[in-house]
């Protein structure tokens, strides 16, 4: 059976997936047509239904929830992973809901914790992610989200955090940040799923125990390559939620869902239970 599957080009999707991606694993009679692409072309690959399994923010979730469901597999959530606001001058909080900023996309998570932390701040403009950093430095925008590897460039860079939009989210609700998660068609075989599932957790195990044979793919598709900083990425987003949400993972997700209610963009969205595949 082909799936579709769509992951980004992030060291921690590539990690995750490079043992399935490059037929390390029996995978029984399942062959992959992979796609590699930004997190906001994800996000829209899923909301057109192009992909059987894809990786999304879990922001966009609550828009895609009827066509597809979330593995237990795959996810990139925990703590101190959760996007940053940064700036080139040093600003305070209380300036970014006046600040022109540059967004990694409008359904991603990052825009998600944005705007729960600064609903009145709607001066946004959607930028490649790995273009925000440059942005912000050549005045385009007073301050940027970042994602990613982001996070461990800024300062290099001359940047200044304003804020980090997961420590807010771990203050207020005492929950680790979710940020992405592997989406599969709700309407494929129940069986199917299962496997699937059980897949992509193989696949991370994998991993684990053999991360240097991962590490060519992983650089091959980096935005950044400096070898510390792709294993800095993975440390920091690959974790045993990775392996399985488990109970935790499920809840934080669940809470997150929750407060989509209460934006704009997610008005008529219908949640359709269960959201994980069992």
Same mark, same amino acid.
């Given at each position: 059976? *082909?799936? *579709? ?15 399935? !991606? ?14 590699? &692409? ?11 239904? =192009? &992909?059987?399994?894809? *990786? ?29 606001? !940064? ?22 998570? &990052? ?7 600064? %609903? ?16 912000? $430095?050549?005045?385009? !925008? ?12 800024? *300062?290099?860079?001359? $940047?200044?955090?304003?804020?980090? $939009? ?22 494929? %075989? ?13 696949? !991370?195990?994998?991993?684990? &125990? ?47 869902? =929750? ?20």
């Amino acid at each position: 059976m *082909k799936i *579709k599957l769509a992951i980004s080009t992030c060291p921690n999707d590539t990690f995750i997936f490079e043992a399935l !991606v490059n037929k390390r694993l029996n995978a029984g009679g399942y062959k992959f047509d992979v796609t590699l &692409a930004d997190i906001q072309e994800l996000n829209n690959l899923a909301l057109s239904g =192009e &992909a059987d399994m894809v *990786k999304i923010s879990y922001a966009l979730y609550p828009l895609v929830s009827k066509e597809y469901q979330l593995l237990t597999a795959g996810s990139a959530l925990g703590s101190g992973v959760g996007p940053l606001v !940064v700036s080139k001058r040093k600003i305070y909080p209380d300036e970014v809901e006046h600040a022109k900023i540059a967004i990694p996309g409008k359904t991603t998570t &990052a825009n998600f914790l944005l705007s729960l932390a600064f %609903p009145e701040a709607t001066n946004k403009k959607v930028y490649l992610f790995s273009d925000i950093e440059e942005a912000v $430095l050549q005045n385009e !925008v007073d301050v940027g989200v970042l994602i990613h590897e982001g996070r461990f460039t800024y *300062k290099q860079k001359g $940047l200044f955090k304003v804020i980090d $939009l997961g420590e807010f989210w771990e203050e207020t609700t005492a929950n680790p940040v979710p940020l992405g998660g592997i989406a599969i068609r709700r309407y494929l %075989p129940e069986k199917v799923k299962r496997e699937l599932n059980t897949l992509t957790r193989q696949s !991370v195990e994998y991993a684990f &125990a053999n991360s240097r044979e991962t590490m060519s793919f992983v650089k091959m598709h980096a935005q950044e390559m400096d070898e510390q900083v792709i294993l800095s990425h993975i440390e920091l987003y690959v974790n045993n939620f990775s392996i399985d949400l488990g109970e935790r993972g499920k809840n934080t997700v669940r809470m997150m869902l =929750e407060k989509s209610s209460n934006f704009e963009q997610y008005k008529g969205a219908e949640l359709i239970e269960p959201f994980f595949v069992c």
